[in-house]
């Protein structure tokens, strides 16, 4: 019989979760689990899933579920941790600050730490913090300032604006900036603008090491 396309079969999809509280000793820290999206807000209780014994020894990932979902049978309750649902900034501001991590949607919290305690942040500041709340705490490096052309067009001009400004480090979203830059800017220009450089930069640097 020919499956149901409306109804998903399979492990569930999941999605990257940080702990709420990532320096906390017990964090689960970033973790991939299923989100069903029942509960409103930016952040959900999630339940670790233990494995009925004897577990299979496999690479299998831990599975977490939202709290409010049923174990199922045989299975053990490894806890319930609040967890924060990160959003696409959160993401890009990781991106920036730690351009050489592979996976910006896993932060390196411990390193984040000592980069935060090197600013002279209390650890006990820090441990009672949320993780958008330690994000927002970065120094976000400011990116090169595009170089003025001459006989730019009016189009390479707004770009040019939007790198200067992007490159202060000063604005969290791109809509912050857009606003900032005032009529005639919108966040996906901003956006676009940001990507494009981005782009540019690599290709240089690989022009470099040719």
Known sequence: MAKDPQVHHGRPPETW???????????WGNIRGFDDGLTAGDFADMRLWLKPAPRPLTNEPPIYRPAHAPLPPMYGDG???????PT????????????????????PWMRIEADLIATRRSPAELVSMNAPALLRLL??????PARRRR???TSEKKHD?????????RYRTYADCARELGEGFDA???????????????????????
């Open 17 to 27: 979760l940080w702990d709420a509280r990532p320096l906390e000793n017990d964090s």
């Open 139 to 144: 120094p976000v490096p400011a990116a090169k």
């Open 188 to 210: 996906d220009e901003v956006h676009n603008a940001v990507d494009r450089e981005a782009a540019r930069r690599r290709r240089d640097r690989r022009r470099g090491t040719d």
């Open 88 to 107: 696409e900034d959160d993401v890009e501001l990781v991106k920036r600050v730690y351009p050489d991590v592979g996976n910006p949607a896993a932060p």
């Open 151 to 153: 006989g730019a067009t």
């Open 79 to 85: 806890g319930v941790r609040r967890c924060y649902r």
């Open 161 to 169: 604006r939007i790198i200067e400004a992007w490159a202060t480090g």
